[in-house]
């Protein structure tokens, strides 16, 4: 069908539920459809962990779909050789050569489950390897923190390989709906990475024997923090007589929120190849910025950068902070079909699930500790040099985090009752 998510029921994470409403008042959205997240080979069959994420696997989450009578489940395939290759706290357990690896131990047993004749009425949805592709446009060589591993894989296929063989595997099922992570404005919204991100896009739609054909849509902001719209201005306004791209925060990106990106981004895709019929979606997980701190109206005019950080909703320090991001709140409930070539809000990331320790913690799950999630930290050439804006104590990468999950059920715009 042509958007999954329409009139239909998610499947609710047992295991995310229980943590929710182990917080007092996280029974106002523990009922809520989240992401399941495969991040490592184990996690298939299931196996308890240093996060707590419990034993269930990619079966044992299916089969709770049928029981729950649900019609669609959300799987975040998340395992590419050299994963994540411009930061260290979701890096993982694959080598940057370990594309063999990859398909036989990790895309085939999924593919092999999923394609059971038992699921065969259930819409299996998989959000196909977040801040993945994208990594190896901008954080190569020649670019601002540009890191030797982007440079691996890119040079020898890995990520254009492993993407293209995983949509095309899953993608033959033909109860299956993937969906491509496509970074997110703060990322891709300047001229230099828009149109490369969707070239790349295009080029991994096409490899291993992968077609377009295999992509239903495309995903932005997972697990990120960008605004879904600011209602207080737009990259039209000119504050003072000065064009808004000139603000700091800002900085010349074409783009100030989600939902502008992800249909601009839309339509550069169908440029690029892709069926006019794609749709996006948008994790609205963590973005909705409401609490006390959130502005009621535009900032002054008396010069750019005060109209835009009086105005925005967005209060992060720096549109490249993405980690454990203090004063963020829960954003849209998902729903389907909110805005035109959006499929649907969805929340992909699990509220009150790390991004990644405060501080190095020994872990078995490859899970490195990358400084922008350290609140001390003053920053790289990826965020202007400044502050991490990340909360303390936090744990690390995919653990609960109850702190995180309180503050953001506090800051939820829409608020919740």
């Known amino acids: 069908m042509d958007n999954p998510y329409l009139n239909a029921r998610g499947y609710v994470n047992p295991e995310w539920k229980a943590k929710a409403e182990s917080v007092s008042g996280g029974s106002r959205v523990s009922n809520i459809s989240t992401g399941v997240w495969i991040d490592r080979i184990a996690a298939i069959n299931g196996t308890p962990d240093s996060q707590s994420n419990g034993p269930m696997g990619v079966r044992n989450h299916l089969d709770e779909a049928l029981r729950q009578g649900a ?36 895309i085939d047993p999924i593919a092999a489950i999923q394609g059971d004749a038992k699921y065969r009425n259930l819409r299996i949805i998989n959000i196909v390897e977040i801040d993945s592709l ?170 750019v950068d005060a109209y835009v950080d009086g105005g925005r909703v967005d209060r992060r320090i720096h549109a490249g902070n993405w980690c454990n991001q203090s004063g963020a709140g829960l954003g849209e409930r998902p729903r389907a079909n909110p805005e035109p070539g959006i499929d649907a809000y969805v929340w992909i990331k699990p509220p009150g699930e790390s991004d990644g320790s405060s501080r190095e913690i020994p872990n078995n799950d490859g899970k490195g500790f990358d400084r922008m999630c350290d609140p001390t930290y003053t920053g790289n050439a990826r965020n202007g040099n400044s502050l991490s804006g990340a909360l303390p104590n936090a744990p690390i990468s995919g653990a609960w985090f109850p702190a995180q999950f309180t503050e953001l059920m506090r800051n939820a715009y829409p608020p919740l009752s």
């Not at 979701?90 to 940057?96: A, R």
């Not at 594309?99 to 036989?104: G, T």
């Not at 600011?230 to 064009?243: K, L, S, V």
């Not at 959130?294 to 010069?303: A, F, I, K, L």
Request: glycine share 12%.
């Open 71 to 106: 019609q669609y489940i959300q799987f975040v395939i998340y395992n590419l050789p050299g994963r994540d290759c411009s930061a260290l706290a979701s890096n993982g357990e694959l080598g940057p050569n370990d594309l063999p690896r990859y398909k036989s131990q990790y």
């Open 134 to 303: 994208p990594n190896i446009v901008t954080n190569v060589s020649g670019r601002p923190g540009g890191t030797a591993m982007c440079d691996t894989v890119k040079a020898n296929g890995a990520y254009v390989q492993g993407v293209g063989y995983a949509i095309a595997k899953l993608g033959a099922i033909p109860n299956v709906y993937n969906y491509i992570d496509a970074g997110h404005h703060g990322w891709l919204g300047w001229d230099d990475n828009f149109g490369p991100s969707a070239a790349i896009l295009r080029e991994a739609a096409g490899a291993s024997g992968a077609s377009p054909a295999n992509v239903h849509g495309f995903i932005v902001n997972t697990a990120n923090y960008s605004a879904l719209k600011e209602p207080y201005f737009t990259i039209n306004d000119r504050p003072n007589g000065q064009d808004v791209r000139q603000a700091k925060w800002v900085d010349w990106n074409r783009y100030v929120d989600e939902l502008g990106f992800a249909q601009a981004f839309r339509q550069e895709l169908v440029r690029r190849g892709f069926d006019s019929n794609i749709g996006m979606l948008i994790d609205t997980s963590r973005n909705g910025w409401g609490g006390t701190a959130r502005p009621t109206g535009p900032g002054p005019q008396t010069s």
